[in-house]
């Protein structure tokens, strides 16, 4: 049972426009979501993440939006570039909970 | 060191053998967890230690996967009579893990294929 749900699965940007990413969760219990970046050969690492106090986070070029009703967030990647290009990985946990349960993956390619 | 290390990068091993993985943590980060990576795919949790204590072995597949962390620093991870559904990436990561600090760093992870 998948406990976070992400799309789209892949991603075509033209370098400039705006990247949307969405993840969507059930699990009530869940108040830390963290948004990860992993390039090809790489371990992920974090971009930036949000708690459920707050409707949205900006750090940059990257903003997280979180709907607590939908149970839903997303990350938006403005001005995207070329160097953009990897896969995101959405990600849910209790804070400081055991572990955190991911989204399958958007593979995000940024045309120059 | 500098951030999570894990050891071999690539391990190729034949179906049955056994194997083992390392992850050296950054110091001082008391919670460490690994997960399975497969191919397309979104991390999978495996287990979680907090220092020496294995906390969570819940994502462990089947008894042959045992982890260890037996002075709370370096792990392993152990797989047992390698299986070809066994082949994944297999990542580290290890957390501070407090109130204030509760970013995990991965480590590149182990490319374990099993032939």
């Known amino acids: 049972q998948q406990q976070v749900k992400q799309s789209p699965q892949s991603l075509i940007v033209q370098k400039g426009g705006i990247s949307i990413i969405n993840c969507a969760y059930e699990?009530?219990?869940?108040?830390?979501f963290p948004w990860y970046q992993q390039f090809p050969g790489k371990g992920p690492a974090l971009l930036i993440a949000?708690?459920?106090?707050?409707s949205e986070k900006k750090e940059g070029r990257f903003t997280i939006s979180f709907n607590k009703s939908a149970k839903q967030f997303s990350l938006h990647i403005m001005d995207s570039q070329p160097g953009d290009s990897a896969t995101y990985f959405c990600a849910a946990d209790v804070y400081i909970g055991n572990q955190f349960y991911f989204g399958t993956g958007t593979s995000l390619t940024v045309i120059p | 060191g500098a951030g999570v290390s894990q050891s071999p990068r690539y391990k190729v091993a034949k179906r049955g053998q056994d194997v083992a993985l390392r992850c050296d943590p950054i110091s001082g980060h008391v919670s460490l967890f690994w997960y399975q990576q497969a191919l397309g795919q979104g991390p999978e949790f495996l287990t979680y230690f907090q220092n020496e204590a294995q906390l969570d072995k819940s994502g462990l597949p089947s008894d042959r996967f045992f982890a260890e962390r037996p002075e709370g620093s370096v792990s392993t991870l152990k797989i047992q009579r390698t299986q070809q559904e066994d082949s994944a990436v297999y990542l580290c990561?290890?957390?501070?893990?407090?109130?204030?600090?509760?970013?995990?760093?991965f480590g590149q992870g182990t490319r374990l294929t099993v032939v």
């Open positions: 990561a290890s957390s501070l893990r407090d109130s204030l600090n509760t970013e995990a760093f």
């Open positions: 699990n009530t219990a869940f108040d830390y």
């Open positions: 949000i708690r459920p106090d707050v």
